[in-house]
């Protein structure tokens, strides 16, 4: 299914995620959140990745080689780690205030990583090994046709990893409610109930371009540990591989 003339970009939600753009790189700011599920997000990434390609992943170059876009790269949180494990990454974003703050700070940490303030759908049809939708599909026009043009980027032999928040009434509760204003980890306004995915919807997006889900987990926030991890429970966030079905 060929997408790659309609754009799936939200002007507003560019709008939204740009004006945040000086306080991506803050682990104490607006931001906080995304610093605290990152390692668990990298972990996430890098294990699929080494499972995938057979590689070892207690090497600290264990992802050399590997093509991989970063889709709504923002200012670079996932973009610096990834390219540090020896992965050569492509990190998109509609923001050009994102991508500049990530440009400068890739220059202030010493890497080289090709920032590109554009959309996947104006992309030309490069292939990666690895294709990543963080946080992005719950802010996308319409998920079909970003997921459409998202296989379109991946090599025949390779993965797609999407996390996203589930259209429940839990995840109305605790993503919204819990984390916009009661316990105000993000600006009001950040997610709209109305576009979050389910799993479901997610599969059969997979399907239509020959995909299948090969792993998924739910993430979890311990207050105890103060750390998110993985689980069973997909209620409310949860993370997604999806490869070529056989």
Same mark, same amino acid.
């Given at each position: 299914m060929n997408t790659a003339n309609a754009s799936t970009v939200d002007p507003a939600e560019v709008a939204k995620f740009s004006k945040l753009s000086e306080t991506w790189w803050d682990p104490n700011g607006k931001m906080k959140p995304l610093h605290a599920i990152n390692p668990l997000r990298l972990s996430y990434?890098? !294990? %699929? %990745?080494?499972?995938?390609? @057979? +590689? @070892?992943?207690?090497?600290l170059d264990c992802l050399s080689g590997l093509r991989m876009l970063d889709i709504g790269c923002g200012a670079g949180l996932l973009c610096e780690p990834l390219t540090r494990l020896g992965a050569q990454i492509v990190g998109v974003d509609p923001s050009a205030t994102n991508i500049e703050v990530a440009k400068l700070h890739a220059s202030k940490s010493g890497l080289t990583i090709d920032y590109r303030c554009t959309t996947i759908e104006e992309m030309? @049809? !490069?292939?990666?090994?690895?294709?990543?939708?963080?946080?992005? =599909?719950?802010?996308? =026009?319409?998920?079909? %046709?970003? #997921? !459409? +043009?998202? %296989?379109?980027?991946?090599k025949p032999d390779g993965l797609m990893l999407v996390s996203t928040i589930n259209r429940t009434w839990k995840g109305f509760a605790l993503a919204i409610v819990g984390a916009e204003y009661v316990l105000r980890w993000l600006p009001r306004g950040t997610h709209?109930? !109305?576009?979050f995915v389910t799993?479901?919807?997610?599969?059969?997006?997979?399907? +239509?371009?020959? #995909?299948?889900?090969?792993?998924?987990?739910?993430?979890?926030y311990?207050? #105890?540990a103060d750390k998110w991890l993985l689980s069973s429970d997909m209620d409310v966030n949860y993370m997604v591989i999806a490869e070529a079905a056989i």
């Open positions: 990434i890098r !294990d %699929a %990745a080494c499972r995938k390609f @057979d +590689r @070892d992943p207690k090497k030309s @049809d !490069d292939k990666f090994d690895i294709v990543l939708a963080m946080e992005v =599909v719950e802010h996308v =026009v319409s998920v079909g %046709a970003f #997921l !459409d +043009r998202c %296989a379109g980027l991946m709209e109930w !109305d576009k799993p479901k919807e997610l599969e059969q997006y997979f399907s +239509r371009n020959k #995909l299948e889900i090969t792993e998924q987990s739910g993430v979890i311990n207050p #105890l």
